[in-house]
């Protein structure tokens, strides 16, 4: 985001704002209308979640200003991301560690 | 002593030392809520039913219990907030300062309508004694919810600081307000984004 502002281009800002603001509207009004077609688990997580990363992007892209954000700033939000998505998969194989032992004590009769 | 890059870039970052160190905080508040998701996926793949039994009831659908409407009214008032805590710093930098007060005081109200809706959920659960400790779904959803309220009244005393006390520095240092109040506003939208995700995978899958 620029340090200098001149007064058409704040209001050029806030117009911005307004438009992110209505399609961030619309974006909740249809997440609660997918949810009441009650579709399965899968099209329905997926839906929901891609829905929530727009209207993440769209507050964090020009709410936030990352949008022309100094790159130091997106490089710790990269590690950050990193870090999470590991977070994510050290959960994911926890459960399938479980899970599979689960299916080789059914299978082979180990306590 | 003055500190140094409150408001001009550090020339080695690019950036004022208040934006990085608010930027660094959200980093850890990412993994810090990124953990609580992880625990609701671990705890929701694990369990048969999701919801599951609630005090002799089996539940299959998490708006059984919980007031969709209610909670989406909540995420428009937060995302409304997000836009006024944006416009009062865009008021800022337009030097009027009547508006950012406007805006600022609607941003701080708008928290107060977010905890008051918040509450009335609460007090609905508590009086059905749906209480966190009965099922990991209850457990999960009031830890996460209530993480959450705490950082929208945290953000509300920083706000509520900036609209009255606070807003002496506009007179004294107006560039250094403008900083605290665009960094205010980067917390604040954090606050917001949690919600965006909460909102879909608590209340609505």
Not at chain 1, 59 to 77: R, T, W
Not at chain 2, 29 to 54: C, T
Not at chain 2, 154 to 164: A, C, K, S
Not at chain 2, 183 to 201: M, Q, R, S
Request: proline share 3%; glycine share 8%.
């Amino acid at each position: 985001m620029a340090d200098s502002h001149s007064m058409e281009e704040i209001q050029k800002h806030v117009r911005v704002y307004m438009y992110v603001f209505g399609t961030l509207m619309v974006l909740t009004v249809v997440t609660v209308a997918v949810a009441y077609l009650h579709l399965n688990i899968w099209p329905a997580l997926i839906v929901a979640l891609v829905i929530a990363s727009i209207k993440a992007g769209l507050v964090a892209g020009y709410f936030m200003h990352l949008i022309g954000e100094k790159k130091l700033i997106m490089y710790i939000l990269a590690l950050t991301g990193t870090f999470l998505v590991i977070m994510f998969i050290l959960f994911i194989s926890a459960y399938h560690d479980q899970v599979g032992r689960a299916a080789l004590e059914m299978v082979y009769h180990v306590a | 002593m003055q500190i140094p890059y409150t408001v001009e870039a550090r020339p080695d970052t690019g950036v004022n030392n208040a934006k990085l160190g608010v930027w660094l905080f959200l980093a850890s508040e990412i993994m810090l809520f990124g953990g609580l998701f992880s625990a609701y996926i671990f705890l929701r793949v694990g369990s048969p039913e999701w919801p599951g039994d609630i005090l002799g009831h089996t539940y299959t659908s998490a708006s059984e219990i919980l007031n969709v409407p209610l909670a989406f009214v909540n995420t428009i008032v937060l995302i409304a907030s997000s836009v006024t805590i944006v416009l009062s710093w865009a008021a800022l930098a337009m030097g009027n300062f009547k508006k950012y007060r406007i805006y600022m005081g609607l941003t701080v109200l708008a928290g107060f309508g977010f905890l008051i809706i918040k509450a009335i959920e609460y007090s609905d659960k508590f009086s059905h004694g749906y209480l966190p400790a009965e099922n990991n779904f209850l457990g999960i959803y009031f830890v996460m919810t209530g993480l959450h309220a705490l950082h929208v009244i945290g953000g509300m005393i920083v706000n509520g600081y900036f609209l009255g006390p606070g807003a002496k520095m506009w007179k004294s240092d107006p560039k250094r307000f403008m900083s605290r109040i665009e960094v205010a506003g980067l917390y604040w939208h954090f606050v917001d984004l949690v919600w965006i995700f909460l909102f879909p995978t608590i209340y609505l899958i």
